[in-house]
Nanobody, 125 residues
């Protein structure tokens, strides 16, 4: 299983970034996918998750209305569109999968089976 994130970078507060995660080695179209983030000195935290069909989505409260998770099962890709970014969104962002049709409300990192290497997002004021 391989998850490869891209799209991170440096952006000013109020700006936007689009993160992508390309997956391989798994049956992408039948599994739950998600994004987590980890700021320096803090624990890894849940950001958003999407069901295999894309019909069910769950967000952390702090990103609701600003972030949008989506997926393209034909391309084995999951996207995190981040708008109205804030300094507190600065973190390494990780793509993850439960490698099954798991609950989108599984927010604990230990419940997710595979992880990407992460991509840095830095929001400046």
């Amino acid at each position: 299983v391989q998850l490869v994130e891209s799209g991170g970078g440096l952006v000013q507060a109020g700006g936007s970034l689009r993160l992508s995660c390309a997956a391989s080695g798994l049956t992408f179209s039948s599994i739950t996918m998600g994004w987590f983030r980890q700021a320096t000195g803090k624990e890894r935290e849940f950001v958003a998750a999407i069901s295999w069909s894309g019909k069910n989505i769950y967000y952390q409260d702090s990103v609701k209305g600003r972030f949008t998770i989506s997926r393209d099962n034909a391309k084995n890709t999951v996207i995190l569109q981040m708008n109205s970014l804030k300094r507190e969104d600065t973190a390494v962002y990780y793509c993850a999968t439960q490698d099954r049709d798991g609950s989108i409300q599984n927010t604990r990192p230990s419940l997710w089976a595979y992880w990407g290497q992460g991509t840095q997002v830095t929001v400046s004021s």
